[in-house]
């Protein structure tokens, strides 16, 4: 754990502000999106972390990556069935925080191809939750 890190936080319970998470997997978490600062998230944007603190792909270990994969698929397979996506996009950017982690964002019927690809982390029209409604969200694999 590197103190410093929100995610490493997160992942050893020092932070009561986040949803439980969804599975686990070869040292990797899947969650819903966390709220920071009080802000809504959208519907069914999950994200997949590694446990222990690493920053970059090559870091990863065998188990880690092939758990990458699995939770890549039922995590798509959970937006779409759940949630209703038509669509669903998978990120890596971390530039802001230094800890590796994948997003999986979902992609709504109606939305506008202005706001399709990376652009869909801005489109104002997302569902959104609060983080007691994650919390009450009962999700699990199909």
Known sequence: MKADCFICKKHTSLLDYTAKAIAHDGG???SHFPIID???????HLLIEPTR???DLSEMNTNEAAALGKLISKGT???KEKFGAEHVYLF???DKVAHLHFHLIPRYKNTPKEYWGLEIMKYPGAPKLTLEEIKK???TFP
């Open 53 to 55: 603190h690493i920053e």
């Open 92 to 94: 890596r950017i971390n």
């Open 137 to 139: 969200q009962s999700l």
């Open 38 to 44: 009080g802000e809504l998230a959208t519907k069914g």
């Open 28 to 30: 990797l978490t899947l």
């Open 77 to 79: 397979t959970l937006i």
